[in-house]
């Protein structure tokens, strides 16, 4: 059964925006709702989206809705919470959560849909804001096979690289997989280019030919660029990553699991929230390691 | 001078909570107690506690309540929601009383409950404590107090009975920061007590002889005396449970994550610590860090 053109969408931030222009752009009805009324003031009137009061009057218009905001106590509340998507979506619903947060929360959020007869997907996704824009996303979903295959063509306009991974919550498992890799990638090469510049080694052609090796990686070829450009424009904000490895590391701590890289790089993004670079790239990791080292930003620029 | 004898009630009689109330009784006051299990109650009833029938009940019979409970979401219970109903202390406590809890809890969860308790004109305490099982027999525990300063002053010749260093850190959440301060620098030096153990004996190098030789020197500490000592004769059994110290460890690397402070070792030391509890060593003593390394 194909899903209607209505389709919702919650959460319309540096990601969830380009995601519902993609959406509107092949001609679906796109029903919003923000938290923040200046973030819907954009849309007022605008051909393609309708703006409602509520969560629950999206949930009441759609078909389908989308939510992608920042944490586990905003999905808990704009999913189940007063006004919430669950007091407005009649049985035959389905949610779609790109948010990334605990993969207890997708369970506990799951749980209590089905309850209604709405369905859930928990489908998080790497790619930063160019891959929102570009509907170049990777999308990891959990959930069951056939709701999947419903929203499937859907997420075929938001994303490229589109998996089914496994149950309610292993959509989750595959992000905290991906920020810990990324997480731990990002201060690896930071400290890479500090150490080649502290040693007086061009660190442009350091990236270069290291690129051709073993250590060769996107982060290195993405982030690697960033840094020498010095460009710490979000992007990914230091204190979202700091967010997703929290979520990493209490689940760790509850199931007993070592995780001492992540742990450690963990600290580090405290570091740059803590000296009041939470708001920029996590690019400007590099700058973290460059007052450590001593070295005087205003003479690298 | 002896002290006026006050009506004080208190709640978690576990290890270190029964012979705290010993020494309130033996201090001449009149002191009530509660449980979720009556039975644990035994001990404090038959050293001359009233047991009472809720956190509320008991709260009704006292002027100060003191609580030691292992959660924080457990001290949220029994201050703010009871066990059942509407039986919670802060249904009881009278204006003007206090509440002070010993419990090792994050320092937002201790400022959230003095919070809700100063609306109703009760104060608050957080009043974590050092020292084990061990300080709370002998009377020697550390407590390091947050609130404010006059009711610190109200208080403290009842802490008097129960510990020997008694510190007012500042306002409310100042002595659970502390506590994570305390616990931090110890459970880093547990480990670095049995990395060198480690080190002694993957050199095949007596580790008994390496303390006694380093005991004196600027490595010396009261950790490395107890812990090094535990580890030498491969005496695991608790001690402190090392589950709890794993406890400590999600509230004090939340707050670091929530301040934006980096704590390298610490995370390096709480990973340690998930892995001495996948080995199911959690109600073993935290030396089996020692263990951890053996793997």
């Given at each position: 059964?194909?899903?209607?053109?209505?389709?919702?969408?919650?959460?319309?931030?540096?990601?969830?925006?380009?995601?519902?222009?993609?959406?509107?752009?092949?001609?679906?009805?796109?029903?919003?709702?923000?938290?923040?009324?200046?973030?819907?003031?954009?849309?007022?009137?605008l051909a393609g989206y309708t703006v409602h009061a509520s969560a629950a009057e999206v949930a009441a218009a759609s078909d389908i809705v989308f939510?992608?905001?920042?944490?586990?106590?905003?999905?808990?509340?704009?999913?189940?919470?007063?006004?919430?998507?669950?007091?407005?979506?009649?049985?035959?619903?389905?949610?779609?959560?790109?948010?990334?947060?605990?993969p207890a929360t997708a369970r506990e959020v799951a749980t209590a849909l089905f309850e209604r007869g709405i369905d859930f997907l928990d489908a998080p996704v790497?790619?930063?804001?160019?891959?929102?824009?570009?509907?170049?996303?990777?999308?990891?979903?959990?959930?069951?096979?056939?709701?999947?295959?419903?929203?499937?063509?859907?997420?075929?306009?938001?994303?490229?690289?589109?998996?089914?991974?496994?149950?309610?919550?292993?959509?989750?498992?595959?992000?905290?997989?991906?920020q810990i890799i990324t997480g731990v990638g990002v201060p690896a090469v930071a400290e890479a280019i500090n150490f080649a510049h502290k040693a007086g080694v061009d660190a442009q052609r350091m990236r270069e030919v290291l690129l051709g090796g073993f250590a060769a990686s996107r982060i290195l070829e993405m982030h690697g660029k960033r840094m020498l450009d010095r460009n710490f424009t979000p992007g990914f904000k230091a204190w979202m990553h700091q967010k997703d490895l929290r979520i990493v590391l209490d689940a760790a701590h509850a199931q007993h699991l070592q995780l001492p890289t992540a742990a450690a790089a963990l600290q580090l993004y405290n570091g740059m929230v803590g000296s009041g670079m939470g708001e920029i790239d996590t690019t400007g990791m590099l700058k973290l390691f460059e007052r450590m080292s001593g070295i005087d930003e205003e003479a690298v620029q | 001078m002896k002290a006026e004898s006050m009506k004080i009630g208190f709640i978690g009689l576990g290890v270190m909570g029964n012979p705290m109330v010993q020494h309130l009784i033996k201090g001449g006051h009149e002191v009530s107690v509660w449980a979720r299990r009556e039975a644990s109650a035994a001990d404090a009833v038959a050293n001359g506690a009233t047991f009472r029938a809720s956190p509320a009940e008991l709260a009704r019979h006292s002027d100060i309540v003191f609580t030691i409970i292992t959660t924080g979401d457990d001290v949220e219970q029994v201050v703010l929601n009871g066990t059942s109903g509407e039986n919670g202390l802060i249904h009881g406590l009278a204006r003007g009383t206090v509440h002070v809890d010993m419990s090792t809890i994050a320092p937002t969860m201790a400022r959230k409950i003095a919070g809700h308790l100063a609306i109703r004109g009760i104060d608050f305490l957080d009043a974590p404590v050092s020292g084990g099982g061990m300080g709370a027999q002998n009377g020697t525990l550390a407590i390091m107090a947050g609130g404010k300063p006059e009711v610190f002053a109200r208080i403290k010749p009842l802490f008097e009975l129960m510990g020997k260093t008694i510190v007012h850190v500042g306002p409310t959440g100042a002595g659970q920061i502390t506590k994570a301060c305390n616990q931090m620098v110890m459970v880093a030096a547990i480990q670095a007590v049995a990395e060198a153990a480690h080190l002694a004996a993957a050199n095949k190098v007596d580790f008994a002889r390496v303390m006694s030789a380093m005991q004196a020197g600027s490595a010396g500490s009261r950790v490395l005396d107890f812990f090094g000592d535990k580890m030498a004769r491969r005496d695991f059994a608790a001690g402190i449970e090392a589950r709890l110290h794993h406890k400590d460890y999600a509230l004090i690397m939340d707050e670091a994550a929530r301040a934006g402070a980096p704590l390298p070792i610490s995370a390096?030391?709480?990973?340690?610590?998930?892995?001495?509890?996948?080995?199911?060593?959690?109600?073993e003593d935290t030396s089996n860090l020692l263990r951890v390394l053996e793997k």
């Amino acid at each position: 059964m194909n899903i209607g053109s209505n389709i919702g969408f919650i959460g319309l931030g540096l990601m969830g925006a380009p995601m519902a222009r993609n959406l509107a752009k092949v001609g679906h009805n796109l029903h919003i709702w923000a938290r923040r009324p200046q973030a819907l003031a954009q849309y007022t009137g605008l051909a393609g989206y309708t703006v409602h009061a509520s969560a629950a009057e999206v949930a009441a218009a759609s078909d389908i809705v989308f939510t992608m905001v920042a944490d586990s106590p905003d999905v808990h509340q704009v999913i189940l919470g007063e006004g919430g998507v669950a007091q407005g979506g009649r049985s035959g619903l389905i949610v779609v959560d790109m948010s990334t947060v605990a993969p207890a929360t997708a369970r506990e959020v799951a749980t209590a849909l089905f309850e209604r007869g709405i369905d859930f997907l928990d489908a998080p996704v790497s790619g930063g804001e160019s891959g929102a824009i570009n509907a170049q996303l990777t999308i990891m979903v959990g959930g069951e096979e056939a709701v999947f295959a419903r929203v499937k063509p859907l997420f075929d306009l938001l994303g490229k690289s589109v998996t089914l991974i496994g149950g309610v919550g292993a959509g989750q498992v595959a992000k905290a997989c991906n920020q810990i890799i990324t997480g731990v990638g990002v201060p690896a090469v930071a400290e890479a280019i500090n150490f080649a510049h502290k040693a007086g080694v061009d660190a442009q052609r350091m990236r270069e030919v290291l690129l051709g090796g073993f250590a060769a990686s996107r982060i290195l070829e993405m982030h690697g660029k960033r840094m020498l450009d010095r460009n710490f424009t979000p992007g990914f904000k230091a204190w979202m990553h700091q967010k997703d490895l929290r979520i990493v590391l209490d689940a760790a701590h509850a199931q007993h699991l070592q995780l001492p890289t992540a742990a450690a790089a963990l600290q580090l993004y405290n570091g740059m929230v803590g000296s009041g670079m939470g708001e920029i790239d996590t690019t400007g990791m590099l700058k973290l390691f460059e007052r450590m080292s001593g070295i005087d930003e205003e003479a690298v620029q | 001078m002896k002290a006026e004898s006050m009506k004080i009630g208190f709640i978690g009689l576990g290890v270190m909570g029964n012979p705290m109330v010993q020494h309130l009784i033996k201090g001449g006051h009149e002191v009530s107690v509660w449980a979720r299990r009556e039975a644990s109650a035994a001990d404090a009833v038959a050293n001359g506690a009233t047991f009472r029938a809720s956190p509320a009940e008991l709260a009704r019979h006292s002027d100060i309540v003191f609580t030691i409970i292992t959660t924080g979401d457990d001290v949220e219970q029994v201050v703010l929601n009871g066990t059942s109903g509407e039986n919670g202390l802060i249904h009881g406590l009278a204006r003007g009383t206090v509440h002070v809890d010993m419990s090792t809890i994050a320092p937002t969860m201790a400022r959230k409950i003095a919070g809700h308790l100063a609306i109703r004109g009760i104060d608050f305490l957080d009043a974590p404590v050092s020292g084990g099982g061990m300080g709370a027999q002998n009377g020697t525990l550390a407590i390091m107090a947050g609130g404010k300063p006059e009711v610190f002053a109200r208080i403290k010749p009842l802490f008097e009975l129960m510990g020997k260093t008694i510190v007012h850190v500042g306002p409310t959440g100042a002595g659970q920061i502390t506590k994570a301060c305390n616990q931090m620098v110890m459970v880093a030096a547990i480990q670095a007590v049995a990395e060198a153990a480690h080190l002694a004996a993957a050199n095949k190098v007596d580790f008994a002889r390496v303390m006694s030789a380093m005991q004196a020197g600027s490595a010396g500490s009261r950790v490395l005396d107890f812990f090094g000592d535990k580890m030498a004769r491969r005496d695991f059994a608790a001690g402190i449970e090392a589950r709890l110290h794993h406890k400590d460890y999600a509230l004090i690397m939340d707050e670091a994550a929530r301040a934006g402070a980096p704590l390298p070792i610490s995370a390096q030391v709480w990973q340690q610590l998930n892995a001495l509890m996948a080995s199911g060593w959690g109600k073993e003593d935290t030396s089996n860090l020692l263990r951890v390394l053996e793997k």
